[in-house]
Structure formats: C-alpha cells, structure tokens
C-alpha cells in the first residue's frame, strides 16, 4: 500500500478490515462518513431536540472521538453518465434536446467552476495492549470485536440525531488517507471514482 520513503512519513503501519492500525503505539482507528444536517433549516422545537440528543451522545461516551472535515472536488461523472442513460432512452423530441442542453450545460459550468463538496468524518479510537506470540490470533479477534462494539455505539448515536452514517471500508480508508497526503492535488483527487458520494 505505502512503499520507499513516503511510508516513514506516515503514521499507519495498516489497514485491514476496515480498521486502520497505528505504529508503535497499538492503536487502532475505524472512520465512519457521516451526512451533514441543515440545522438553519429546523424549527426552534427540532434545534433543541437535536441540542439536547447530542448532548446525550457526548456524555454518553466512555472513550474521545476525533471529528475530521475534508474538502474535495465534486465527482460528478456518475451524474452525467445518468443524465446521458435519460437522454438515450428518452422518447419525448422536446424533452431529449433539453436533456442533452442541460447535459452541456453541466459540462461547460464544471469545466469553468471548480465545485467542492465537504465530507464529514467520526474516527473512533480504540487503544490495544500490545500482545504476546502465542495469542495473536484471539488479541486480533478481541480488538476487532472491541472496535465494532465502539462503531455501532457511535452509529446508533448519530442516528438518533437524523445523520446517516456509514462504516469505510479498506478500499474507502486508503482513498481517505491517500487524499489527506495528497491535499494540495485536488484536480487528481477528482479522478478517482468518489466512494463517498451515495
């Protein structure tokens, strides 16, 4: 995944499984997306509910949690492709020369207008003893079993606040993490097939 000199730079010795292992220290990480909430857009009654929800979260915790946001070039080429499907199969004249106008029109504003989307991510952490030979096999099976234990505690309690969530896998955590090294190249970040937009 990491190879020659980059790999001293960075702070992970692995990802499997969905959890990122740390160096040296033991620890573990599981980074969950999470949906934004337009909280302007509630009503005082549902402002407060959700104040209240989440301070129930918070006090909830038994363990810190680390909130990250990101910013990256929207992948639009998955909405294109199902404008270019629509155009196709449309059988309306009118209807398939708008279609194809807006199709250019979408093409045209991205190419003058670099559009960012923000991504919300909850990284929870999870500290393992360091293990003797002889009990690998159950250490690994205790920590992953400690860490989902932990995710599905924080899911639950970000559901309950109306936000969507959902696990990374490997595949979405080295994106994740290949993105974070490679900030400042966002137009190559926009090349990747996006696995955070649902």
């Known amino acids: 995944m990491f190879?020659?000199?980059?790999?001293?730079f960075i702070a992970i010795r692995?990802?499997?499984?969905g959890v990122v292992e740390l160096k040296g220290t033991g620890g573990k990480r599981s980074v969950l997306h999470v949906s934004s909430l337009n909280f302007a857009l509630k009503s005082n009654e549902e402002q407060n509910a959700i104040i209240f929800e989440y301070q129930n979260f918070l006090n909830s915790l038994d363990f810190s949690?680390?909130?990250?946001?990101t910013s990256r070039l929207?992948?639009?080429e998955a909405y294109?492709?199902?404008?270019?499907k629509a155009f196709y199969l449309q059988q309306n004249e009118l209807l398939k020369i708008q279609t194809k106008e807006y199709i250019n029109f979408i093409n045209s504003f991205t190419i003058q207008n670099e559009i960012i989307t923000t991504d919300f991510f909850v990284v929870v952490p999870l500290i393992v003893p360091k293990k003797g030979k002889k009990a690998k096999d159950y250490h690994s099976h205790y920590s992953y079993s400690a860490m989902?234990?932990?995710?599905n505690f924080v899911r639950s309690g970000l559901h309950r606040l109306?936000?969507?969530v959902k696990l990374l896998n490997t595949e979405s955590l080295?994106?994740?993490?290949?993105?974070?090294y490679n900030n400042k190249d966002m137009k190559k970040q926009s090349l990747l097939r996006s696995i955070f937009e649902e």
């Open 174 to 180: 080295i994106a994740l993490y290949w993105s974070c």
């Open 148 to 151: 989902m234990q932990r995710v």
């Open 74 to 76: 929207a992948n639009i």
């Open 162 to 164: 109306g936000l969507r």
């Open 65 to 69: 949690l680390q909130i990250a946001i």
């Open 3 to 8: 190879t020659g000199t980059s790999q001293t």
């Open 14 to 17: 692995s990802i499997q499984n």
């Open 80 to 84: 294109l492709e199902s404008l270019q």
